[in-house]
T-cell receptor, first 113, second 114 residues
Framework: QKEVEQDPGPLSVPEGAIVSLNCTYS??????FMWYRQYSRKGPELLMY????GNKEDGRFTAQVDKSSKYISLFIRDSQPSDSATYLC?????????????FGSGTRLLVRP | EAEVAQSPRYKITEKSQAVAFWCDPI?????LYWYRQILGQGPELLVQ????????DSQLPKDRFSAERLKGVDSTLKIQPAELGDSAMYLC????????????FGDGTRLSIL
């Protein structure tokens, strides 16, 4: 079993829809939670960075963390075709004197015009 | 916005050849990371530097991979000899000082081994 599980998709939605992307994890030592967006042939771009359980909002994006259930989500409101990309969740834990970042395998999102 | 610079963007080479990738992190970022990303998977850490020192290279295949950051700024990752299974995207990231600062990635080098 992987430490971080993420549905690979693809997830196809019409423009304007609310998108929900999710990850589950098994290690309760994870402390920080991130969402990255990766366009084809590009590097991951940091979207959201959270520490505590609860919600964090930034424009059309909302990150949700539920540490008790070991579950994180990213919601995208009013989705646009430009949101079509792969979304990677990532989590960090302190190990061997430094923080290690563990990624999910990514969910491909396609927003249809 | 400051960026992590990587070159080349694409590299095609034959197996058994040597290949090198270069990374220039965001100015002032002391921590530098090299990741490998296979298509359809998330990035996996190969090596982590704090300034010029290696902090973690436990996942670096040291029989063929080497990494250096001589002056604590830019870094080079080398593979010799390259194998077919090395075909992947090689990503560089950097982060600033402080506890668990977020990592910022470059656009990577896509390596194809023939």
């Amino acid at each position: 079993q992987k430490e971080v599980e993420q549905d690979p998709g693809p997830l196809s939605v019409p423009e304007g829809a609310i998108v929900s992307l999710n990850c589950t994890y098994s290690n309760s030592a994870f402390q920080y939670f991130m969402w990255y967006r990766q366009y084809s042939r590009k590097g991951p771009e940091l979207l959201m960075y959270t520490y505590s359980s609860g919600n964090k909002e930034d424009g059309r994006f909302t990150a949700q963390v539920d540490k008790s259930s070991k579950y994180i989500s990213l919601f995208i409101r009013d989705s646009q075709p430009s949101d079509s990309a792969t979304y990677l969740c990532a989590m960090s834990l302190f190990m061997d004197s430094s923080y290690k970042l563990i990624f999910g395998s990514g969910t491909r999102l396609l927003v249809r015009p | 916005e400051a960026e992590v610079a990587q070159s080349p963007r694409y590299k095609i080479t034959e197996k058994s050849q040597a290949v090198a990738f270069w990374c220039d992190p965001i100015s002032g970022h002391a921590t530098l990371y090299w990741y490998r990303q296979i298509l359809g998977q998330g990035p996996e850490l190969l090596v982590q530097f704090q300034d010029e020192s290696v902090v973690d290279d436990s996942q670096l295949p040291k029989d063929r991979f080497s990494a250096e950051r001589l002056k604590g700024v830019d870094s080079t990752l080398k593979i010799q000899p390259a194998e077919l299974g090395d075909s992947a995207m090689y990503l560089c990231a950097s982060s600033g000082d402080g506890s668990n600062q977020p990592q910022h990635f470059g656009d990577g080098t896509r390596l194809s081994i023939l």
